[in-house]
């Protein structure tokens, strides 16, 4: 029997990166109009699944929250209810809406829209870290829409590269409320929220269940410093991380490594410190100091483009990590023009090479006679004569340039082609004697109807 064929799925994450006492469960392989389909990722709290709404025809992605229990007494299915409620009601381009929250096995999930594209961790492992361009840019697309989160009174608390997609349309999306609250605007938080999030993201307070808009800054800032270096700050068990968002600071010699702009150290260290107080407010304060920081116009201006090239480098399979010292030159900063131009290179390089050009030169009959060459071209080869240097040549194309003086010549029929060293300088001579021809013809005409016209006859 196929996974497919299985009336129910077995459901478990031992341990979680939180250490939580997580459950394992049996749900149905049909949740309603929902049919489960395959496991697409892992969170600190649950497993997501990507599902598909027989009755509305669409994909959709299930999250189940395995580190809560649908009981009145469990303060994390509490939390789950709230950020799934204000969630639910807060409509942003640049979040994936809820549909659905429900409880199976007492472990609550949600139904969320799913986007079909990588995560931004996805392209980091598979393309290396992102130029600056593409990293501000997808920065300030997730600030603008944590911004609104914000300033309806929503904490997302799970902010990371993995929770942040790209559809094939390279529009960004912020994905997973599961573990979202609700608090207003910059409180810095006295009431216990849970322990929730991802230890590498998380701010030192989070870990002692306080959370706020500035915890949520703090996250934003470790991960704009992971899509420029291609790798979280603090990485290892649980505690040993904690201790590190604790105690240590980020080390930001890695981003001078890399030849970031100051400006840009700057704001992610600000973002990134242990005391909330020092932190940006809200993500519309951190966003605000992206836009202000004075970098060069053309680095906001291919912001679009290097992302495009990261996405497309992930799809196709990515060609690794940037080089150990970071340089620009690298894959993972390059255009997509250049990645699509060396893809076109390789491409007509595998292709078959014509074969040489003929040429079959008569000897001459006598000494006085003159010598000529025929050119006899191949299929689809053409002789040209250069309209400016006289030159003559053979070309497979239809217009090229002139060896000899760059002029665009137009392919002609093939032709004999003289070796006289005189010929050249005859026919040099032609189109002026014909041009003074004419012109004598055009004087004797012009003579008789003056004579015609103004002679005194009597």
């Known amino acids: 029997m196929s996974i497919h064929d299985q009336d129910t799925v ?5 341990g ?14 049909q949740l309603g109009s929902v049919r489960l389909i395959r496991e697409i990722g892992r969170g600190g709290m ?15 992605a299930v999250k189940f929250l395995l580190g809560a229990a649908a009981t009145d007494d469990d303060p994390n299915f509490a939390v789950f209810l709230e950020g799934a409620r204000a969630a639910a009601k807060l409509k942003c381009p640049g979040m ?9 096995d007492h472990a609550p999930y949600i139904v969320m829209e799913y986007v079909d594209g990588p995560t931004l961790s996805r392209i980091v492992q598979k393309a290396g870290s992102l130029p600056l361009p593409a990293a501000l840019g997808v920065m300030e697309k997730v600030c603008a829409t944590v911004a609104e989160l914000h300033e309806a ?5 799970d902010i990371k590269p993995s ?9 960004v ?3 997973d409320f599961g573990i979202a609250i609700t608090r207003p605007v910059g409180e810095s938080g006295s009431d216990k929220a849970g322990l929730a999030g991802t230890p590498a993201y998380m701010a030192p307070e989070a870990f002692d269940e306080v959370a706020s808009t500035r915890t949520d800054t703090y996250a934003l800032g470790v991960t704009m410093y992971e899509l420029l270096t291609g790798a979280a700050p603090f990485e290892g068990e649980y505690t040993q991380v904690r201790e590190m968002h604790r105690t240590r600071e980020l080390p930001l010699a890695a981003l001078r490594d890399k030849n970031i702009d100051p400006s840009i150290v700057e704001i992610i260290e600000r973002a990134t410190n242990k ?8 993500a519309r304060h951190l966003i605000e100091a992206l836009e202000r920081a004075p970098l060069p116009k053309a680095v906001r201006q291919r912001a679009d483009s290097e992302l495009r090239s990261a996405a497309l480098r992930c799809r196709a399979g990515g060609d690794g990590p940037a080089d150990k010292e970071g340089s620009s030159a690298t894959l993972s900063g390059r255009s997509l023009y250049d990645h699509l131009s060396t893809l076109a290179a390789k491409k007509r390089s595998d292709m078959p090479t014509p074969a040489a050009h003929p040429r079959v030169e008569e000897q001459p009959v006598s000494g006085d006679s003159e010598t000529a060459s025929i050119e006899l071209p191949m299929p689809g080869v053409s002789s040209y004569t250069c309209p400016s240097c006289r030159a003559r040549f053979s070309s497979p194309a239809a217009v090229v340039l002139c060896p000899s003086c760059g002029s665009g010549v137009v392919g002609s029929t093939p032709r004999l082609v003289p070796v006289n060293p005189h010929e050249a300088e005859e026919e040099l001579l032609r189109p002026t004697t014909v041009l003074w021809i004419g012109a004598g013809v055009f004087g004797v005409i012009l003579v008789i109807v003056l004579v015609v016209v103004f002679w005194p006859w009597k």
């Open 10 to 14: 077995a459901l478990s994450l031992s």
């Open 16 to 29: 979680g990166s939180l250490g939580l006492a997580l459950r394992e469960i049996n749900t149905p392989r």
């Open 46 to 60: 649950g497993v997501v699944w990507l599902g598909h709404d027989d009755m509305l025809g669409r994909d959709v």
């Open 96 to 104: 994936t809406a809820v549909f659905h929250a429900d409880v199976v």
């Open 153 to 157: 009174g929503i904490i997302h608390r």
């Open 163 to 171: 929770n942040i997609m790209l559809d094939t349309d390279c529009r």
């Open 173 to 175: 999306y912020l994905t």
């Open 275 to 282: 005391d909330p107080k020092y932190r940006y407010k809200t």
